[in-house]
T-cell receptor, first 114, second 112 residues
């Protein structure tokens, strides 16, 4: 069974710092990987989708990389802002799954203070 | 289309009561997923529809849970004889042919 781990579980940084969130998965045969943001008590907002054939995706200040062979992905946030404070979740779809169910990590809770 | 919507946003019920949640996916999306999330955990898969067909159910979905997607449009998730352990956020997501999944705001269930 696919297992997804996210490190660190929590991170607190001052505004303006560049930071890296880590995600690892046990089965490297994935179809795609998706990063989400979740604000307290809210649903999930999709940030970036990386297909298995891709190495990275960028959106604004966010850059996500994928290394399938090592079972790892990183989410890089440049010039962090207090509005970036949220929980960041990583999720994968197994290549063997034709159904697209996502396997999630427990998330990294990010706090950016002014 | 403004995205995936879910109703109600919050539901408080007494143990033993039945509850029903609704999810309206993005209109052109043929795939619809239900997930459950408890505090401090990532969402866990419950069930999946492709159009109106329910193709997979997680072992988390006991026989007290039933889901439907009539006509391949909106979906409902019903929980019968609710238990305190059912308290969680119930999330719905939709996608087009297994690509990027878009989530709704969720329904927060509290069972007293």
């Amino acid at each position: 069974k696919q297992e997804v781990t996210q490190i660190p579980a929590a991170l607190s940084v001052p505004e303006g710092e560049n930071l890296v969130l880590n995600c690892s998965f046990t089965d490297s045969a994935i179809y795609n990987l998706q990063w989400f943001r979740q604000d307290p008590g809210k649903g999930l907002t999709s940030l970036l989708l990386i297909q298995s054939s891709q190495r990275e995706q960028t959106s604004g200040r966010l850059n996500a990389s994928l290394d399938k062979s090592s079972g790892r992905s990183t989410l890089y946030i440049a010039a962090s802002q207090p509005g970036d404070s949220a929980t960041y979740l990583c999720a994968v779809v197994d290549r063997g799954s034709t159904l697209g169910r996502l396997y999630f990590g427990r998330g990294t809770q990010l706090t950016v203070w002014p | 289309d403004t995205g995936v919507s879910q109703n109600p946003r919050h539901k408080i019920t007494k143990r033993g009561q039945n509850v029903t949640f609704r999810c309206d996916p993005i209109s052109e999306h043929n795939r619809l997923y239900w997930y459950r999330q408890t505090l401090g955990q990532g969402p866990e898969f419950l069930t999946y529809f492709q159009n109106e067909a329910q193709l997979e159910k997680s072992r988390l979905l006991s026989d007290r849970f039933s889901a439907e997607r009539p006509k391949g449009s909106f979906s409902t998730l019903e929980i019968q004889r609710t238990e305190q352990g059912d308290s969680a956020m119930y999330l719905c997501a939709s996608s087009l042919q297994g690509n990027e999944q878009f989530f709704g705001p969720g329904t927060r269930l509290t069972v007293l």
